[in-house]
């Protein structure tokens, strides 16, 4: 894990490129680092030092390199009703136990999970944050003064014009430093990142956070904790995927999500905020260059250094450019083309992301939203699984015997049609049930084929199950009880 041949493949294999392109990120970090902690309702300080402490953790412990963690908008929205209530203490103590349910999730190798997580879910998740990042920016747009929806208009410009000319500095940066000089040099009486909070001039350092610690406590910050955990993984893998297929490599799930807890257990330790991976972040590191953990390490470092540096010049950016970056990552994240593929789509791919959508704005709970998303497509899935399924039978010569023939899958949802299809009423000396080109899948359809056989044993008929394959007979094996003694009364009550 640690011989040379590794140091070197992802940390030195790159490190030009990977320096320069940790730079770029380090840059645009700032405005959104900060604007996060807006939308926790926190000092900037909270979701800057957050950055740093994830951005340079993750370097080490995360298992996608190159991919850049730091504060995030995805988890930042599920920390506002807890700092509301109770306070920035217990969003560090939340913060140290979603790391502990992250990493407790990587060691029981949940990060599969992503396969059960529908394109109809992830559209509507990435929509729904989308929408919560809008609607964080509400009280900056409501009853302001002109000058403020002046200069928001003007950043907005910036940012969607700057990058014709040039892409080597990113626009909301050229924003932020384009508005603070106009607004400081014409003397503009505009609130600014200062007026809400003092801005860190010093190293972060290790602290416990001033709670009681007793179940209260615990279960104050349990529901957060398990959401922002939830939503982190989710984030953090769908970005490793995307950043898989930007470089053709892979990437450990399961490490990945030990490497986020650590992130956050140490970014909760030394004041900051929860986070987890940025996917708009990543692909400006990729597209810049970068390709080994050294590009993120840098990002995290350089970020602290600007920090330390030019902390007094960060608190006079006027908060209108914060709104214009904000509102730009909203209609960024937005998947736009997802509302015209309502009228394609089949209807019921549209209903999950739709619920999803809904779910998410109206409980402001990103893990509760998907979680609705997965069941409601599971559902669906399994209800489409449950058409095709057929049952035809051909009567004998003599009107003695029926030959059942059964094709699709037998299971919970596809249980009733199978019992349907029975006629245990018609006079019979035996019956065949061929399920050749079926499959046994549960319980459910266990105790189905159970119920067909007694019913049909209780008026003295004959039955034989014919054709099962090698995995329905293991489930059949195990879990069958027709030739059991007193099957008739424990299968069928009576």
């Known amino acids: 894990m640690f011989s040379i041949e590794t140091i070197r493949r992802n940390w030195l294999s790159n490190i030009r490129a990977d320096v320069l392109a940790g730079i770029v990120v380090a840059l645009a970090l700032i405005p959104e680092a900060i604007g996060f902690s807006i939308i926790a309702g926190v000092d900037p300080r909270v979701g800057l030092y957050a950055s ?13 390199p190159a991919m850049i963690s730091a504060a995030t908008a995805a988890t930042a929205v599920l920390f506002g009703t807890l700092v509301r209530e109770h306070g920035l ?9 979603a790391g502990v349910i992250q990493m407790v999730a990587g060691w029981l190798r949940v990060g599969t999970i992503m396969r059960f997580v529908s394109r109809s879910v992830m559209t509507g998740f990435v929509n729904a944050l989308a929408i919560l990042i809008f609607m964080a920016q509400l009280p900056e747009l409501i009853g302001v003064t002109w000058e403020t929806y002046v200069l928001i208009a003007a950043g907005l410009a910036i940012i969607y014009l700057f990058p014709k000319l040039t892409t080597t500095v990113p626009s909301p940066l050229v924003c932020i430093l384009v508005l603070t000089g106009f607004a400081f040099l014409l003397g503009i009486d505009i609130r600014t990142v200062a007026d809400l909070g003092e801005l860190p001039d010093v190293l972060p350092v290790l602290l416990f956070p001033e709670v009681p610690l007793n179940l209260e406590t615990l279960w104050i910050i349990l529901p957060t904790s398990i959401a922002v955990a939830a939503v982190g993984l989710l984030e953090s893998l769908l970005t490793a995927s995307i950043v898989d297929q930007m470089t053709d490599t892979s990437n450990d799930k399961n490490r990945e999500s030990i490497g986020q807890g650590i992130a956050n257990i140490t970014s909760g330790f030394f004041g900051g905020m929860a986070g987890c991976a940025m996917i708009g972040q990543s692909v ?7 390709r080994t953990r050294l590009s993120t390490l ?6 602290l250094f600007l920090l ?3 902390g007094d010049l960060v608190g006079l950016i006027p908060m209108p450019a914060l709104v214009a970056i904000m509102i730009m990552v909203s209609i960024g994240t937005f998947r736009w083309a997802s509302l015209a593929d309502l009228r394609h789509h089949p209807r019921r791919s549209s209903i999950v992301m739709l619920a999803t959508v809904i779910t998410v704005v109206g409980t402001h709970n990103l893990a509760l939203g998907v979680g609705v998303g997965v069941l409601l497509s599971g559902i669906f899935f399994a209800w489409k699984v449950a058409q095709i399924f057929r049952v ?5 010569a003599d009107g003695r015997h029926r ?5 699709g899958q037998i299971f919970f949802a596809s249980a009733d049609d199978f019992l349907a299809a029975f006629d245990f009423a018609e006079p019979l000396e035996g019956v065949t049930i061929d399920v050749g080109k079926a499959h046994i899948w549960d319980l459910t359809g266990v105790n189905a084929i159970d119920t067909v056989v007694l019913k049909f044993r209780k008026v003295d008929v004959d039955v034989e199950v014919v054709g099962l394959n090698d995995a329905s007979a293991t489930i059949m094996d195990k879990l069958a009880m027709h030739d059991e003694p007193n099957a008739i009364e424990k299968v069928l009550g009576h």
Request: aromatic share 8%.
């Open 298 to 303: 840098t990002a995290g470092t350089f970020l």
């Open 403 to 407: 030959h059942y023939r059964i094709e």
């Open 284 to 290: 400006i590191n990729v597209k810049s260059g970068g």
């Open 89 to 97: 203490q217990y969003l560090l103590a939340a913060t140290i136990l």
């Open 392 to 396: 035809t039978s051909v009567l004998s």
């Open 308 to 310: 330390m540096v030019l």
């Open 52 to 64: 740093v402490v994830i951005a340079i953790v993750i370097s080490f412990a995360g298992g996608r």
